[in-house]
């Protein structure tokens, strides 16, 4: 597998193509404002101005030429947060690697996962990130928000009881 932190050149290229591989393969979870977030990116978030940090992240996982995974967040996972693995690669690390790399290149990260969505929570929590509060999602769903900066950059399970997906 490999990773590809995409440029606002890059983004121009694969944005209608990545944009239907999440509404494709995001079993329906993504909220209509993350697709709205990414249909209205600016590419120049996607590139550190002097002194400012990256506005958003987007970074492809590729196993040969297809697209295994795509992650994106936009202020630090505040505006938007997703992570869409393909089924066929699921339980590959791919999701864990895509998270990484937007931790690393973020320096932190916010994503708010509905409760139902186990795969996303254990991959939250098997990653560090720490579940900081509950609300209701945009469906009205119970939804946790999680939180990771680069200070605790350990990926480790935080119980010893967890149970990989």
């Known amino acids: 597998m490999e990773l590809e932190l995409l440029t606002p050149e890059t983004w121009l290229a694969e944005q ?4 239907g591989f999440a509404i494709r393969f995001g079993d329906k979870r993504l909220a209509v404002a993350t697709i709205h977030a ?21 970074v492809i996982a590729r196993q040969g030429s297809r697209i295994s ?11 938007a947060c997703m992570v869409v693995v393909h089924p066929e690669a699921r339980s590959l690390g791919i999701g864990s690697s ?8 973020l320096g932190k990260l916010a994503c708010n996962v ?14 560090g990130m720490t579940a900081v509060s509950m609300h209701r999602g945009p469906t ?14 350990a990926a480790r399970p935080r119980h010893s009881d967890f149970v990989p997906q």
């Open 98 to 105: 895509l998270v990484q790399a937007m931790i690393a290149r």
């Open 140 to 153: 009205g769903k119970p939804t946790l928000r999680f939180e990771r900066g680069t200070a605790n950059d």
């Open 114 to 127: 509905a409760a139902d969505n186990t795969a996303s929570m254990a991959l939250c929590f098997r990653l």
């Open 69 to 79: 995974g795509f992650g994106f967040a936009e202020a630090l996972g505040e505006a």
């Open 16 to 19: 209608k193509r990545l944009i």
């Open 38 to 58: 990414l249909r209205k990116l600016d590419p120049s978030l996607l590139e550190a101005a002097s002194g400012k940090p990256y506005g958003a992240v987007a």
